[in-house]
């Protein structure tokens, strides 16, 4: 009986913070089953969208003006999301203590740089299924990563990913194809 019990406290106190995390942020939009262990933190207007059985360890940070889409039964671990257009993440994805920026805060150019940031400044990052990204890697604006893919510890990842490959490093590389 106190398997049961400890089962339906533990639902409970997932859907009271549901419930809370609802009233504190209105652009925040929470599956079913969504279970928040640790601390979520919106800012700047960011819309986010969390897919249901999706867990949320530790503080989990969403900021900027844009979208945030998150799949179903993915695991958020510690990671910042910097969204000016949009980051999509896909289904039964990991990320693990990672940031993802969809915008490089200032032009390029030498005599654009104190000028505000243009369109050319971001582009959106997809994340497709089933993908795991590791601890302190970077995710950078316009980045596709392929489903099945993994991104090492410590990568910043600045072109697309293809699926199914392991890539590591700064700038990233393919270290492993699981598909040969």
């Given at each position: 009986m106190t398997g049961i019990r400890r089962g339906f406290v533990v639902r409970t106190v997932f859907a009271v913070k549901r419930g809370w995390y609802r009233l504190r942020y209105p652009r925040l939009q929470l599956g079913a089953g969504v279970e928040i262990r640790g601390r979520i933190r919106l800012r700047r207007?960011?819309?986010?969208?969390?897919?249901?059985?999706?867990?949320?360890?530790k503080l989990v940070r969403f900021a900027g003006p844009g979208e945030v889409?998150?799949?179903?039964?993915?695991l958020l671990n510690a990671t910042w999301i910097g969204s000016w257009t949009s980051v999509t993440i896909g289904d039964r994805c990991l990320l693990s203590d990672c940031e993802f920026l969809d915008n490089d805060f200032h032009n390029l150019a030498p005599d654009r740089r104190h000028d505000p940031p243009g369109p050319a400044t971001r582009a959106p990052i997809t994340v497709?299924?089933?993908?795991?990204?590791?601890?302190?890697?970077?995710?950078?604006?316009?980045?596709?990563?392929?489903?099945?893919?993994?991104v090492g510890a410590a990568a910043v990842v600045r072109t697309d990913v293809p699926p199914?490959?392991?890539v590591i490093g700064n700038p990233q590389q393919i270290a492993k194809k699981f598909h040969d």
């Open positions: 207007g960011v819309r986010v969208s969390i897919g249901a059985h999706t867990r949320l360890n889409r998150v799949g179903a039964n993915c497709e299924d089933n993908v795991w990204i590791g601890a302190h890697a970077l995710v950078m604006k316009g980045v596709r990563i392929g489903r099945d893919s993994v199914g490959v392991v």
